[in-house]
């Protein structure tokens, strides 16, 4: 909070604006911050340098998870389910092993 108003979509609108109508009528200093040092620029720019593996970020561990539940559903198959599944899969594979579209069943 910055005059210790509420962010935007917290609070209603009218306590906000009669907030701030105060804050300027009564010409208060805005708070004071934390003043940016070389020190901090040096701290970002060793972590803007640092190299992020996909694995590290959410959508990597989404794609992990993804991956252990179908791994879950397809043991639990039956064995024609399975072999069903790995039929479709092979049909749907060219040769390249990229996955083309089509040739699913419905």
Known sequence: MWHEVLKPG???VDEKREK???I???GKAPPSHKV???QDKAELTMLEAELVS???TSLGCMTEQHKQQLL???RAMSPEEKEGILLEMNTNVD???KCIRGGGAG
Request: net charge neutral.
């Open 95 to 97: 040769d390249g092993g």
């Open 72 to 74: 879950a559903t397809f």
């Open 10 to 12: 917290e609070g209603k």
């Open 24 to 26: 300027i009528d009564s």
């Open 20 to 22: 701030w109508r105060k």
């Open 36 to 38: 940016w040092t070389a």
């Open 54 to 56: 996909i694995k590290e």
